[in-house]
């Protein structure tokens, strides 16, 4: 079974410490993506890898950090610096960067920092 | 600054009408358009698209119209059915861009 996979589904912290979000997906995408969705606004792009090794800032990458080390696995790490981290947070993939026009989402980690 | 707007949050239809889900855009120079459906617990998922150079495009029960002059565009469902009960997602692009902009959704409920 394809898919993207996140986890956990829920994650509590308490202020002031780093979490790490997991995605992973089976679908030898290339491209990969993060966003984060608050109450009442769209999904705004945290960061995007196009490729292994290589990822770019989207619209708010202040306070997070990725790394891409292997193509199925695109982990998002939320900061002290992130100054408002609670949101439901969006991992997707595409076939590659050319197609980023047809992403495909996990189902979410939604956090919630105490 | 929203460049992709739904301006209704929530929109509620009776099973077997039609459904019309809106979005407005600021930015000219978009120039593809995708709208997405999320259901609870569940990543969004592709529905439909379309290119500026088109004014409508179909796909079964769904279709969707884009007025670029008026920066707006429209997802019809005909006919409405409770599974359609979901959150729908506008999302716009520059084709090269490399990233998508989203609207804030719009729940749509189907009451039987």
Redesign the interface.
């Given at each position: 079974d394809g898919g993207?996979t996140q986890s956990p589904?829920y994650l509590f912290r308490k202020e002031g410490q780093n979490v790490t979000l997991s995605c992973e997906q089976n679908l030898n995408h290339d491209a990969m993506y993060w966003?984060r969705q608050d109450p009442?606004?769209?999904?705004?792009?945290i960061y995007?890898s196009?490729i292994v090794n290589d990822f770019?800032k989207?619209?708010i990458a202040e306070g997070y950090s990725v790394s891409r080390e292997k193509k199925e696995s695109f982990p998002l790490t939320v900061t002290s610096a992130q100054k408002n981290p609670t949101a439901f947070y969006?991992c997707?993939s595409s076939i590659s960067?050319a197609t980023?026009?047809?992403?495909?989402?996990?189902?979410?980690t939604r956090l919630t920092v105490l | 600054d929203q460049q992709v707007k739904q301006n209704s949050p929530s929109l509620s239809v009776q099973e077997g009408r039609i459904s019309i889900l809106n979005c407005d855009y600021t930015n000219s120079m978009f120039d593809y358009f995708l709208w997405y459906k999320k259901y609870p617990a569940e990543g969004p998922t592709f529905l439909i698209s379309i290119s500026s150079i088109k004014d409508k495009n179909e796909d079964g029960r769904f279709t969707v119209f884009l007025n670029k002059s008026a920066k707006h565009l429209s997802l019809h469902i005909v006919p409405s059915q409770p599974g359609d009960s979901a959150v729908y997602f506008c999302a716009a692009t520059v084709q090269g861009a490399q990233k998508l902009v989203f609207g804030q959704g719009t729940r749509l409920t189907i009451n039987p």
């Open positions: 993207i589904k966003y009442g606004q769209g999904l705004r792009l995007y196009q770019q989207g619209d969006l997707a960067a980023y026009n047809e992403q495909f989402f996990g189902p979410g | -």
